[in-house]
């Protein structure tokens, strides 16, 4: 058995406590200061073997994890707004988590959704976060704004005889 000296313990459990605080401060910056305005956006082309010849070239911007809430910013979504119409999409997706914990930021949330049009509509899920007591506003919200809220459900998008199916899941765990 090794036995260390109480000098040792304290110098050791010191050592502990500090990498302990710098982490969750570390994590804290990130998640207040950085994650909540990094806007990635990326070019993604999908072949489908079976995809109907009417369907090629369609562009389709889906979005995810806005989060609105305290430490949220309305120009962070004015730059998504665009940058998302900028792209001229077919159709929009999101996915989910447009509330941080409270229904108090909707009416931010649903101005930026109210923006967002597309050809073949606008459609969403809700995420975790939107599930647990706020799913109601949420829902009612993105509809107000012009999306369709899939709740295990799907739509048919059709271009002459051609068709794409669009399916929303909710989360199992809610």
């Keep these: 058995m090794n036995t260390i000296s109480r000098r040792q313990f304290l110098k ?8 302990l605080l710098g982490t969750a401060g ?4 990130y998640s207040h200061w950085i994650e909540p305005y990094w806007l ?3 070019y993604v ?12 070239r369609f562009r389709i911007v889906h979005f995810s994890d806005l989060h609105q ?21 077919d159709l ?3 996915t989910g988590d447009l509330l ?9 949330a649903v101005a930026l959704c109210s923006q967002l049009r597309a050809p073949f509509g606008q459609y969403a899920v809700l995420g975790n976060h939107d599930a647990f007591g706020t799913r109601k506003v949420v829902t009612k919200g993105l509809t107000q704004s012009g999306f369709h809220v ?18 929303g899941i909710d989360d199992p765990w809610v």
């Excluded at 050791?12 to 990498?19: M, P």
């Excluded at 570390?26 to 910056?29: R, Y």
């Excluded at 082309?45 to 109907?52: A, F, G, K, S």
């Design 69 to 89: 809430g305290v430490y949220s910013k309305p120009q962070a979504l004015t730059e998504l707004a665009q940058q998302i119409q900028h792209v001229n999409p």
């Design 12 to 19: 050791k459990s010191a050592q502990l406590t500090l990498g």
């Design 40 to 42: 990635e956006i990326k």
């Design 92 to 94: 929009i997706c999101f």
């Design 150 to 167: 899939l709740h295990n459900e799907h739509i048919v998008l059709t271009q002459g005889t051609n068709k794409l199916y669009i399916a």
């Design 45 to 56: 082309d999908i072949t489908l073997p079976r995809l109907p010849p009417a369907f090629d």
């Design 100 to 108: 941080d914990h409270s229904a108090d930021y909707i009416s931010e």
């Design 26 to 29: 570390a994590s804290g910056i």
